[in-house]
């Protein structure tokens, strides 16, 4: 666009900022804050930062799997881990405050946080690709147009409610959104990479590619090794470095992803120094396996970071898109079948808490009976619930506790009960469902030594006269199967934030179900949900949206759709002894962007790694 065009568009925005005052509250502020106050906008570098932090050293971690995709944003193939390092967002997430975001391509928004029917993101005149091509609205618009057209389901979904991207100028960019007012789309929006136009002139977005792609982010592609790792190498020109969200940030020369296919053999590698830092998902591991020689020698640090968010939503999923398990009895009955206690006692150490919520480990759990707010909310659906999953909202909730024997003796009684109750019989111990068929389930993983922890259900399952198959696929298949909903049962680990939003339709919504790629893989199809989830992205301030989430975990629950498992309100990790961290930790987040190198731990570790 020419000089003469900016000018133009920049009085034509002008105007429409000056005519919007007659109807609506505008402000123009160096953050987005949803339902609350920013608290860090005047400071100079993050409390959890230490802007004396030296620069230095490689950060490595292991992956799972393989990659072919360094285009995460198209939902092909495999996408790359780290690949977000290659490109700045408009925006920034505080790791202290939900909702809040500070200034990082964009130096400032204009919005009306009380009707938010549009957002203007003002660019920082200094942003700059990594080419030293400066970061233009241009850019922006590509981008979201791109983004919405090519993108993966799942994105163009969470982006639905955008309606159009306007270049007002060379460094700003206004966005206009279908609905009325949503007050989380600027944070949405503000958190997704910006492309640059001109790198992507004669090249297909929906492509797999391992070709490098221009950015704004504070790493390069250093080397790539296809399908085992990558390596990514600061950008000492990196445009941002000084921002105050990114004072004492990226202070690791270099970041390495380190691929295995199988999670116990990566364990082995990071024992023996093939990369550095390792999170620990498994109880008895860490309870019993980080006994070796250099944790001994102190070479190897454990360390928990306890987190205030959600604990992760681990659990059983249920395609109710297949017979039986569209019936709701069927699901709750086999919700009877599940022993945490025992689980707990027996493979876990006594590390784990049994999940009771979607929202465990944060005010946006329901707990108890319903709340007056949440039965008003409630009583307009109530008749257009099933009588389980009304009675389900209404009641004081627990999942079925057992005495930690291993027999589960009331607990499959009590399955055993609703499936008779629901038409289901028993014949030459078998289950056969009201039509007289037999029930034969596959249960479908990916990851090794898996099995362990299913079988205990499984063998519970088989006491009711229900057959169950593990079958594991290697992790592309998996992906494929998960991605065409063909599975009967499977394990899923769901992240949920502090500020549930426009991601829940991507969770629970009917037309979610529908779409290839995206993650209700439960294929929920319920009005009273997809209202809810409207509700949630529509709440006008942080009470409702609390009281609007606790109906949403009700519904999910009492329509066992799943069987929420165990979890933790912490991160399990290990490293070689190499690495410092900020004083003053961040609350929503372990913050290894703040961390770094301590020189002499590094040679110490190189060292010991010599003699081994």
């Known amino acids: 666009m020419n000089r003469s065009l900016y000018g133009l568009s920049a009085v034509a925005t002008a105007l429409a900022l000056t005519s919007s005052w007659s109807w609506a509250a505008l402000q123009t502020t160096p953050y987005i804050a949803l339902h609350s106050s920013p608290k860090y906008s005047q400071l100079a570098a993050m409390p959890y930062a230490n802007p004396q932090a030296p620069k230095g050293g490689i950060l490595s971690q292991s992956s799972n799997g393989t990659f072919d995709n360094l285009n995460s944003m198209n939902g092909k193939g495999s996408a790359t881990d780290g690949v977000n390092y290659l490109f700045d967002s408009l925006m920034t997430s505080s790791l202290d405050e939900p909702g809040v975001m500070y200034p990082l391509l964009a130096e400032k928004v204009t919005y009306d946080p009380k009707q938010t029917k549009f957002v203007i993101f003002h660019l920082n005149p200094k942003a700059r690709f990594s080419d030293g091509t400066p970061v233009t609205a241009v850019d922006v618009k590509f981008s ?90 600061r950008n000492p020109n990196y445009w941002g470095k000084d921002l105050p969200v990114n004072k004492g940030r990226y202070n690791f020369d270099r970041l390495k992803f380190v691929y295995y296919r199988n999670m116990d053999v990566a364990f082995e590698g990071f024992k023996s120094g093939q990369y550095t830092l390792h999170e620990e998902y498994t109880a008895r ?91 008003a909310l409630l009583k307009p659906y109530l008749k257009q619930l099933h009588p389980v999953q009304r009675q389900g909202v209404l009641a004081n909730w627990k999942f079925p506790v057992s005495d930690a024997s291993g027999f589960n003796r009331s607990g499959l009684l009590k399955a055993r009960q609703i499936l008779l109750n629901a038409g289901y019989r028993f014949k030459d111990g078998r289950l056969l469902d009201p039509k007289g068929n037999t029930i034969q389930l596959e249960f479908l993983i990916h990851q090794d030594g898996l099995q362990r922890t299913l079988m205990p259900f499984v063998r519970n399952l088989k006491r009711l006269g229900i057959v169950v198959n593990i079958r594991q696929v290697d992790v592309p298949q998996y992906i494929e199967r998960m991605r065409r909903a063909e599975f009967d049962l499977s394990t899923m680990v769901l992240p949920q934030s502090l500020s549930p939003g426009n991601e829940q339709a991507q969770f629970w919504s009917s037309a979610a179900a529908d779409q290839p790629g995206n993650y209700n893989y439960a294929g929920i199809k319920n009005p009273v949900i997809d209202d809810i989830i409207q509700k949630i992205i529509y709440a006008p301030d942080r009470q409702q949206l609390i009281v609007r989430t606790k109906v949403l975990d009700r519904l999910l629950r009492a329509g066992y759709y799943q069987i929420p498992t165990y979890g933790k309100g912490e991160h399990w990790l290990a490293y070689w002894n190499m690495y410092q961290q900020p004083k003053i930790k961040p609350k929503l987040s372990i913050g290894l962007d703040y961390w770094w190198s301590d020189a002499a731990g590094a040679q110490k570790v190189a060292q010991y790694l010599r003699k081994q």
């Open 144 to 233: 979201f147009d791109t983004f919405q057209s090519k993108s993966n389901p799942g994105l163009q979904m969470y982006i639905a409610d955008l309606d159009k991207t306007e270049v007002l100028s060379r460094h700003q960019v206004k966005m206009t959104f279908k609905s009325d007012n949503n007050s989380e789309m600027p944070l949405i929006l503000s958190a997704l990479p910006i492309y640059s136009q001109k790198d992507w002139q004669g090249k297909d977005f929906n492509r797999i590619t391992l070709q490098p792609m221009l950015g704004s982010g504070p790493y390069l592609i250093e080397r790539i090794d296809a399908g085992r790792s990558i390596t990514y190498k």
């Open 285 to 375: 591991k860490w309870v019993t396996e980080y006994q070796f020689p250099a944790v001994k020698a102190g070479m190897v640090v454990k360390y928990k970071f306890r987190h205030e968010n959600p604990v992760p939503t681990q659990s059983f999923v249920f395609n109710t898109r297949r017979a039986p398990m569209q019936d709701i009895h069927f699901r709750q009955a086999l919700s009877h079948a599940y022993d945490f206690e025992w689980q707990n006692k027996a493979l876990f150490y006594g590390q784990y808490q049994r999940l009771q919520s979607y929202f465990s480990n944060s005010e946006l759990e329901a707990k108890g009976r319903p709340s007056a707010a949440e039965l």
